[in-house]
């Protein structure tokens, strides 16, 4: 999800042999509900860097949080249950991309295909959890976006080469890149204990390299990824890195919401996109445009005098949101 490729991803059929001898149909399984008591495992706030530790402006965010250590969210049945709806065949049939950026991503899956992965992130207390670490109340930006596969499956000969020589490690996975989304939450997959780096590397303001540590599996990272500057690195050790990416903005439409739609369209029915996209954004309108009205008929009614001034920066503020939002939608 960066500001980096834009060309079209194409499908990846040298990656599913490896996987799909695990691959099962997804009408076969009994539909398990998301309980929140048995499946979400938080216990306390994990340490955060903010903007102001890495020497970025205040200012360019939405919270002051730049990034959490990794913190225990979701228990080891839930991660078995999100694993096996996305280990079918009608998944890998319909939401698998692969690009330059990122070999192998199944995005779109939620809430058709994974209704337990979809009620996880939506539930109020997941998202008390990831809005309180990242110092801001938080919802998902669309359902297109909830839930995001990137898998690495990784050759045992490499990966032991790899190991060997220790010393040059910090290859990165992912180019250095902001995200299209004002915050995201990334939970590990897989079982990560025996594996060696995996960090998501950050730039401090003064250029400077601050390396976070890969969570294990069932936690999760939370980064304010439109604007911190920041890489993935690659992981030696285990066969399969499966790690599961949620974007979130504000839920108060009145926060600035800098959202776009760049890396995005590469890896996304466009159709589906385009529907949630307007849905969200003119959603986001309308609450403005009524608590705006709410406000100045408040202060006509009380013989106040009207604030031009005021109107004029809301309408423009309104004015490029919906600038933005048309842009975004790029009509082939
Ligand atoms: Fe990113």
């Known amino acids: 999800m960066a500001d980096v490729d834009t060309r079209p991803a194409i499908h990846a059929p040298n990656i599913r042999p490896i996987i799909s001898e695990n691959l099962r149909t997804a009408s076969t399984r009994p539909r398990i509900a998301f309980d929140p008591e048995k499946h979400l495992v938080y216990r306390e706030d994990p340490p955060v860097l903010t903007l102001r530790d890495i020497g970025v402006s205040e200012n360019v965010g939405i919270s002051p949080v730049a990034i959490s250590d990794p913190f225990p969210l979701f228990s080891e049945e839930a991660i078995t249950h999100m694993r096996n709806e996305i280990f079918t065949n009608e998944v890998w049939d319909n939401c698998l991309y692969s690009t330059d950026f990122a070999g192998c991503q199944l995005r779109g899956h939620c809430p ?92 401090t303001g003064s250029g400077d390299l601050i390396k976070v540590r890969g969570p294990q599996m069932g936690s999760g990272v939370v980064l304010q990824g439109r604007h911190i500057t920041h890489q993935a690195l690659a992981a030696v050790g285990g066969t399969e890195r499966i790690t599961m990416v949620t974007a979130f903005r504000p839920r108060d439409p009145l926060i600035p919401d800098s959202s776009v739609l760049t890396t995005i369209r590469p890896i996304t029915n466009l159709s589906d996109l385009y529907f949630q996209w307007t849905e969200y954004r003119v959603e986001v309108l309308q609450e403005r445009l009524r608590l705006m009205l709410e406000f100045l008929r408040e202060q006509h009614h009380a013989h106040k005098p009207t604030d031009a001034t005021k109107i004029k920066e809301f309408l423009q503020q309104q004015a490029d949101w919906l600038s933005i939002t048309n842009k975004e939608i790029v009509h082939n």
């Open 112 to 203: 058709k295909y994974a209704p337990f992965m979809y009620d996880a992130w939506k539930n109020p207390k997941t998202l008390a959890i990831v809005s309180k670490i990242a110092g801001v109340d938080l919802v998902p930006v669309i359902d297109i976006e909830i839930g995001n596969i990137n898998i690495s499956v990784q050759d045992p000969l490499k990966n032991y080469q790899k190991q060997e020589k220790q010393s040059d490690d910090d290859v990165p996975v992912t180019k250095w890149h902001v995200d299209s989304y004002p915050f995201v939450c990334v939970v590990m997959m897989s079982d990560a204990s025996q594996m060696v780096g995996g960090e998501t590397a950050i730039q």
